[in-house]
């Protein structure tokens, strides 16, 4: 069982280039969205809100498509200096790839692209206190993305207005994390 584990995961590394004819940008399947995914990258007009102790900087733990048609968020977080595990259930609205969600504010939530098997881009748009706020965040099956595939997320952002100094990278904090986690006798974080 585990070299079968080993031998997809190796396929799935080899296999890591950008196919533009394999990326959906509309009639989304989200039910193939449900899975594990790692936080890439983050990109916002307000860097406060992503960067370490942000409300909005958090660390993808899994997607998942329930049954009613809504999404579920796995995240850790950082809270009062212990990161903590929440999930999120963001409901879905009549347009596909389209969610709402209440959280510091109202939220509009769209799948952005993906091609399922490698990455995903979704689109936060918050209003809070009569401002503002949007957010691109890119999420890979794996905890690292090749360099053309951050190309594409720079794009991505760049059509909503977001410059390379607005995104952040999390795929070392993410892995990091992750690894402080599994060392006995550490706290969760």
Same mark, same amino acid.
């Given at each position: 069982?585990?070299?079968? &584990?080993?031998? %997809?995961?190796?396929? %799935?590394?080899?296999?890591?280039?950008?196919?533009?004819?394999?990326?959906?940008?509309?009639?989304?399947?989200?039910?193939?969205?449900?899975?594990?995914?790692?936080?890439?990258?983050? =990109?916002?007009?307000?860097?406060?809100?992503?960067?370490?102790?942000?409300?909005?900087?958090?660390?993808?733990?899994?997607?998942?498509?329930?049954?009613?048609?809504? %999404?579920?968020?796995?995240?850790?977080?950082?809270?009062?200096?212990?990161?903590? *595990?929440?999930?999120?259930?963001?409901?879905?609205?009549?347009?596909?790839?389209?969610?709402?969600? =209440?959280?510091?504010?109202?939220?509009?939530?769209?799948?952005? *692209?993906?091609?399922?098997? &490698?990455?995903?881009?979704?689109?936060?748009?918050?209003?809070?206190?009569?401002?503002?706020?949007q957010v691109l965040a890119l999420y890979g099956r794996l905890s690292e993305l090749r360099p053309s595939f951050l190309h594409r997320f720079e794009k991505v952002c760049k059509t909503y207005g977001l410059g390379p100094e607005n995104?952040?990278?999390?795929?070392?904090?993410?892995?990091?994390?992750? %690894?402080?986690?599994?060392?006995?006798?550490?706290?969760?974080?």
């Open positions: 069982m585990a070299l079968l &584990l080993l031998s %997809l995961w190796l396929s %799935l590394v080899s296999a890591q280039d950008l196919n533009p004819r394999t990326i959906v940008r509309r009639n989304y399947d989200i039910a193939r969205v449900s899975g594990t995914w790692y936080s890439i990258s983050m =990109a916002s007009d307000d860097m406060k809100r992503i960067e370490e102790n942000g409300d909005l900087h958090v660390f993808v733990q899994s997607i998942e498509s329930l049954e009613d048609g809504r %999404l579920k968020f796995n995240f850790h977080f950082m809270l009062h200096g212990e990161c903590v *595990e929440v999930a999120v259930v963001c409901d879905r609205t009549d347009r596909n790839g389209e969610y709402t969600l =209440a959280y510091l504010g109202e939220n509009r939530l769209l799948v952005s *692209e993906t091609d399922y098997r &490698l990455f995903v881009t979704f689109r936060l748009q918050n209003i809070r206190n009569g401002t503002k706020t995104i952040i990278s999390l795929s070392h904090q993410g892995r990091a994390r992750a %690894l402080r986690r599994q060392q006995p006798g550490r706290g969760r974080s």
